[in-house]
């Protein structure tokens, strides 16, 4: 077992009561909570994937900046 993981503090960002994290990999990404996202593939099957906005995106729908203590990226 892990006995110590390093956490950094990283902007958040808080939009309708949703908390949005720095994307893993994608710089300028956040992600949300949950596959609520739904795609149909040319196959006609479906994919879902989690909320993803950029920087931007979230600003301009009104998004507030938070910190949190999350794992270094």
Same mark, same amino acid.
């Given at each position: 077992?892990? /006995?110590?993981? /390093? ?24 992600? &949300? ?9 040319? /196959? &006609? ?11 931007? /995106? ?16």
């Amino acid at each position: 077992m892990v /006995e110590h993981i /390093e956490k950094t503090n990283q902007q958040v960002w808080k939009l309708k009561g949703v908390t949005y994290v720095p994307h893993y990999s994608k710089p300028d990404t956040f992600v &949300g909570p949950g596959w609520t996202h739904r795609v149909t593939t040319q /196959e &006609g099957g479906t994919t879902y994937y989690p909320p993803e906005y950029t920087l931007l /995106e979230l600003i301009g729908k009104g998004a507030v900046a938070a910190e949190m203590f999350l794992w270094a990226r």
